[in-house]
């Protein structure tokens, strides 16, 4: 079988031997390189399966790179996942809002490192997999049917607004990943509902409230956004 390609962007020596040792023990084959412009062209060669990029880095930084890779048709389709410092919120809330799939704070362990990997890749083939917009989602105790419109928590109907319901279809239509408030306007809009920012967080309140118990598998992820609680 063939390995799964990863291209780490990464200018700082000590995090490319500790993202290339990690990979690679995990049997991913891998390719480093430390500048923006080199990942952009890379990228077109080695098409990787991800991209780990650093957003710090000299030249064209993270979110250039991001920018650059999702306007070009050749490589729109590859996950990213940003290393950041956990300082830079604004800077991660850009990256995902120009198509980045994920982020990952400095410092991290291989385990989060891995997680987030995995995650990410699932996502791609789940969303291959099945990219209708009326598929069923089944997912821990609730089940979303868009055809007709109905929510289910362990079997008991919950009524939703045409809002909340498009929010939690997009949020559990990929449970792990963040979505920013702007991704979740841009998302639900489509009707004549003037959805701002802030009522996307009124909307979670009250979707939260509805779902019960289960309103615990959204998450809130401060200074960045939404997303809803992966599966274990
Ligand atoms: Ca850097």
């Given at each position: 079988?063939?390995?799964i390609?990863?291209?780490?962007?990464?200018?700082e020596?000590?995090?490319?031997?500790?993202?290339?040792?990690?990979?690679?023990?995990?049997k991913?084959?891998?390719?480093?390189?430390?500048?923006?412009?080199?990942?952009?062209?890379?990228?077109?060669?080695?098409?990787?399966?991800?991209?780990?990029?650093?957003?710090?880095l000299?030249?064209?930084?993270?979110?250039?790179?991001?920018k650059?890779?999702?306007?070009?048709?050749?490589?729109?389709?590859i996950?990213?996942?940003?290393?950041?410092?956990?300082?830079?919120?604004?800077?991660?809330?850009?990256?995902?809002?120009?198509?980045?799939?994920?982020?990952?704070?400095?410092?991290?362990?291989?385990?989060?490192?891995?997680?987030?990997?995995?995650?990410a890749?699932?996502?791609?083939?789940?969303?291959?997999?099945a990219?209708?917009?009326?598929?069923i989602?089944?997912?821990?105790?609730?089940?979303?049917?868009?055809?007709?419109?109905?929510?289910?928590?362990?079997?008991?109907?919950?009524?939703l607004?045409?809002?909340?319901?498009?929010?939690?279809?997009?949020?559990?239509?990929?449970?792990?990943?963040?979505f920013?408030?702007?991704?979740?306007v841009?998302?639900?809009?489509?009707?004549d509902?003037?959805?701002?920012?802030?009522s996307?967080?009124?909307?979670?309140?009250?979707?939260?409230?509805?779902?019960?118990?289960a309103?615990?598998y959204?998450?809130t992820?401060?200074?960045?956004?939404?997303?809803?609680?992966e599966?274990?």
């Open positions: 079988m063939e390995k390609k990863i291209m780490v962007v990464e200018d020596a000590p995090i490319q031997e500790l993202l290339q040792f990690n990979l690679e023990r995990n991913y084959r891998v390719k480093v390189v430390d500048s923006g412009e080199e990942a952009i062209s890379e990228a077109v060669q080695f098409l990787p399966d991800l991209i780990l990029l650093d957003i710090m000299p030249g064209a930084d993270g979110l250039e790179v991001c650059q890779l999702k306007a070009n048709p050749k490589t729109e389709r996950p990213i996942i940003m290393l950041t410092a956990l300082c830079e919120e604004a800077d991660i809330v850009t990256g995902l809002e120009l198509g980045a799939d994920d982020y990952i704070t400095k410092p991290f362990s291989p385990r989060v490192l891995l997680a987030r990997v995995k995650a890749l699932r996502r791609i083939s789940a969303s291959k997999r990219s209708a917009a009326d598929e989602v089944r997912i821990r105790d609730i089940v979303i049917d868009p055809s007709r419109h109905k929510v289910e928590v362990t079997g008991e109907d919950v009524v607004t045409f809002t909340e319901f498009r929010v939690l279809q997009l949020l559990a239509g990929q449970p792990g990943r963040v920013t408030r702007y991704q979740i841009d998302a639900v809009h489509g009707d509902y003037p959805v701002t920012d802030r996307v967080d009124v909307q979670i309140v009250g979707l939260r409230k509805k779902l019960g118990e309103g615990q959204i998450e992820v401060r200074g960045i956004g939404y997303r809803f609680k599966d274990e």
